[in-house]
């Protein structure tokens, strides 16, 4: 099965919003709301920003938020730092009977 | 404090086996299922594996099927990756990654990750 569509890449200066979306499937993305998102810094473990589409896990910065229309959810970053910058991950479940939790291809994020 | 720490991993030739450990503290380890994630070279992140929390199910991605088997000793806080028959396109960082407890616990909620081990395959 494919992995998640993200964007390779997006930007923003500080103090801007940007979001990053990925799109998936009625089997995964859009069919459940079990959607999560993470953020990896260079030669670090990724961490969990985002879970269940618009949850935020205790310590998370309030600048993130989560969404989701039909098939593709969305990381939204406000008030961009330039400590945002990262690669970017989402995942879903899905009801596939061979998978259970696919990926994203990535999003690096670049803080001008 | 959760912690995860993976060990295990190394450099192995094509056909070969590796077996990583990761050892949880810091929550009550039979309550939560577990996975294993890994990082291919300058790659995204790829879903390898899952177990419940008693261990009794398991899950595993169309590239490792069959060759790769998750396990776990809820009595020493410690999951596995039994890797067999490991294939160059193996080679990875594979971390072990928390999840939810409960009945819903096919959800990639994985809140706490280990720093990962490598594991390189090639002759």
């Known amino acids: 099965q494919s992995a998640l569509t993200q964007p390779a890449s997006v930007s923003g200066s500080p103090g801007q919003s940007i979001t990053i979306s990925c799109t998936g499937t009625s089997s995964d993305v859009g069919g459940y709301n079990y959607v999560s998102w993470f953020q990896q810094h260079p030669g670090k473990a990724p961490k969990l920003m985002i879970y269940?589409?618009?949850n935020r896990p205790s310590g998370v910065s309030n600048r993130f938020s989560g969404s989701k229309s039909g098939n593709t959810a969305s990381l939204t970053i406000s008030g961009l730092q330039a400590e945002d910058e990262a690669d970017y991950y989402c995942s879903s479940y899905t009801s596939s009977s061979t998978l259970y939790v696919l990926f994203g291809g990535g999003t690096k994020l670049t803080v001008l | 404090e959760v912690q995860l720490l993976e060990s295990g991993g190394g450099l192995v030739q094509p056909g070969g086996s590796l077996r990583l450990s990761c050892a949880a503290s810091?929550?009550?380890?039979?309550?939560?299922?577990m996975n294993w994630v890994r990082q291919a070279p300058g790659r995204g992140l790829e879903w390898v594996s899952a177990?419940?929390?008693?261990?009794?199910?398991?899950y595993y991605a169309d590239s490792v099927k069959g060759r790769f088997a998750i396990s776990r000793d809820n009595s020493q806080n410690t999951l596995y990756l039994q890797m067999n028959s490991l294939r160059a396109e193996d080679t990875a960082v594979y971390y072990c990654a928390k999840g939810p407890s409960g009945v819903g616990w096919l959800r990639p909620n994985f809140d706490y990750w280990g720093q990962g081990t490598v594991v390189t395959v090639s002759s």
């Open positions: 269940e589409v618009s």
């Open positions: 177990i419940s929390g008693s261990g009794g199910t398991t």
């Open positions: 810091g929550f009550t380890f039979s309550s939560y299922a």
